[in-house]
């Protein structure tokens, strides 16, 4: 690859042996303008998780189970060693090859302090380079965005951005701390009521803030002349009076704190404040959410209509899907865009976690296969993200025995109430049970954040195998999608979105949470088993569909009469034989 050899030649240029190059931008983002897609311009891996590492004799490129059979087929293994996390971590692999002596060049404003030291290894030495050596060698690279700076109105808002401003000034003054460093533009755009379009699906601005403990801030940005943020930089050190800044040791690039010591200031590391404010959302934001998700059952049912009734096989493609499900949200109030690039995968596409089609790989919907359907809409008064699997023609008796156990798995996280203090991780296996009895199980997280009209993945909550140390609390967004994945048959995903909410008071007074549904779309009767069901599980699903009917009869517009037999038929009642 001509990539790989410039780039080698850019690495003895500047004396290192490994360079270390992470799928991220200097904001720490999961989703990236075009100009920070250096790893996909360098490995042709175009996932959202990725890192490599390239030696001036090897390279390697890792990622996690979501992307396994795509990596295979976006990456030339001749040129870049493919790994799972899961298998061998880029410091182990590392370690393994690199000799006593050897120099690690990295770019500082790509790498926080916390994931750097990640990467620390006895007797090497680690080089911060003053120029990312990819932008060097990458010929038409795409320029940084310089969008629109939307204000966002308080009453969708649900506070001021003064309020908010002077509850985080409140707790600075608690943690002694002369200035906040927030990095993050989800924080940024939430704390200012504002919004952006700089990157593909987030209603973001890229940006930096720094505010004082009176509440003074200034805002950075690629709509200043400077494109590099030089200027909070040179802030920090025209401050001439010994003070502390709080930095979020995750989220903040290592060349932000190198200004911060190098001035002579003092340090204060924890996570951004404005995260968990940002996630238990008040009460306004929740009630656009709650609209939202109405408008888009809506959009997702119509097209799901559209499929049901009038697909014929060997006609439809999976990209003529993803145009006509947008075509169905445009038709909806304050839609704005896509809230991540729509998964469309037919049979084995389906078992490709996050498959992204492209015209290479667009294949037709047959008959007798499954389709599975990510999706999620950007409205102005909330954010969705929503996945069902559809069939036309006739289910496999392990088609329904998968999909129904993936149902009740689903069931089972929606049903539960748990104590306050309860994490994401003590509830994850609720959603595997039944797959794990069939010695099955998914590659991804059970749950995840979601931003109220802003990223659809948002922290810190989560529900998943791994230890995240939040618990989850009344007013947080997350997402329930427990799957199954058969490597070059089908796969099967299905989400909704939950509310955390108060639902009861224990013996002692202690509080009890539980979840209350967001999203209003049929599950595909044709592919359930209600005989798997128990009697509790049947009630649960009849009460969702009718809850559907009437959600989704009560707030159409136009409705026509074709639509309203196709959801009796979808929400009919299931009984036992």
């Known amino acids: 690859m001509e990539a790989l050899k410039r780039l080698r030649t850019k690495m003895q240029e500047q004396g290192i042996d490994y360079y270390l190059v992470p799928r991220t931008d200097e904001f720490q983002s999961e989703y990236l303008a075009p100009y920070a897609e250096r790893l996909a311009y360098l490995t042709g891996f175009t996932g959202s998780y990725a890192f490599a590492i390239v030696g001036l004799c090897e390279a390697a490129v890792f990622t996690d189970g979501r992307y396994e059979l795509q990596i295979a087929a976006e990456v030339d293994q001749s040129d870049f060693e493919i790994h799972l996390i899961s298998n061998i971590m880029p410091k182990d692999w590392l370690s393994k090859k ?100 700089d990157i593909p699906y987030n209603p973001l601005i890229l940006s930096y803030l720094l505010l004082d403990q009176s509440g003074e801030y200034r805002f950075y940005s690629f709509h200043e002349q400077d494109p590099d943020h030089a200027i909070l930089l040179k802030d920090i050190c025209k401050i001439k009076e010994k003070s502390c800044f709080w930095i979020d040791p995750d989220a903040t690039p290592l060349h932000i704190m190198g200004a911060i010591k190098a001035a002579g200031h003092d340090v204060f590391e924890s996570r951004d404040p404005i995260m968990l404010k940002k996630a238990c959302k008040n009460q306004v934001e929740l009630d656009g959410m709650r609209t939202a998700h109405i408008d888009d059952g809506i959009a997702v049912s ?14 439809l493609t999976e990209l003529d899907l993803v145009a006509h499900l947008l075509e169905c949200r445009k038709l909806q109030p304050n839609f704005i865009q896509d809230s991540f690039r729509t998964i ?54 392990h088609m329904i025995k998968d999909y129904t156990n993936v149902l009740k798995g689903h069931i089972a996280l929606s049903q539960i109430i748990f104590p306050e203090g309860t994490k994401g991780v003590q509830l994850d296996v609720l959603a595997r049970q039944y797959l794990w009895h069939d010695k099955c199980n998914f590659a991804h997280g059970t749950g995840h954040g979601v931003g109220h009209f802003a990223c659809v993945h948002e922290g810190p909550q989560r529900i998943s195998p791994n230890l995240i140390d939040e618990a989850l609390r ?43 549904n967001l999203t209003w779309v049929p599950f595909e009767n044709r592919l359930i088993d209600k005989n798997m069901l128990t009697e509790n599980e049947l009630d649960w699903l009849n009460h ?30 299931l009984n036992k034989k």
């Not at 080089?127 to 690279?141: C, H, R, S, T, V």
């Not at 296969?369 to 069939?391: A, E, K, M, N």
Request: charge should be negative; aromatic fraction near 10%; include cysteine.
């Open 344 to 397: 469309s995968g037919s049979a084995d596409h389906g078992a490709i976690i996050h498959y992204s089609v492209n015209h290479a790989t667009n294949k037709m919907i047959e008959e007798d296969q499954l389709v599975l359907v990510d999706s999620g809409g950007q409205y102005h008064y909330g954010t969705t993200d929503i996945t069902r699997v559809f069939i036309k023609g006739k289910p496999t008796d």
């Open 544 to 573: 969702y569909h009718q809850t559907v009917k009437e959600k989704l009869m009560n707030n159409i517009v136009n409705c026509l009469p074709e639509f309203e037999d196709w959801l009796d038929e979808k929400c009919a009642i």
């Open 98 to 197: 690199i000799e006593i002596g050897n120099v690690i060049g990295y770019e500082p404003d790509l790498f926080t302090p916390n994931h750097l030291k990640c990467f620390k290894l006895d007797g090497i030495s680690f080089k911060p380079l003053a120029e990312n050596l990819i932008d060097q060698i990458w010929k038409g690279k795409p320029a940084h965005p310089k969008g629109q700076k939307i204000a966002f109105d308080p009453a969708s808002a649900g506070q001021t951005s003064e309020s908010k401003i002077e509850l985080l000034c409140e707790e600075m003054k608690e943690r002694k701390v002369d200035y906040l460093i927030v990095t993050k533009p989800d924080s940024i755009c939430w704390l200012l009521n504002i919004r952006g379009d």
């Open 302 to 315: 119509m097209f799901y209509m559209w499929l049901d009734v009038h697909y014929n096989p060997y006609v």
């Open 474 to 516: 009344p007013g947080m967004v997350i997402s329930n999608e427990p799957g199954i994945y058969r490597k070059g048959e089908y796969g099967i995903r299905l989400e909704n979105l939950v509310i955390v909410k108060e639902v009861a008071e224990g013996l002692d007074g202690e509080k009890y949470y539980g979840f209350e």
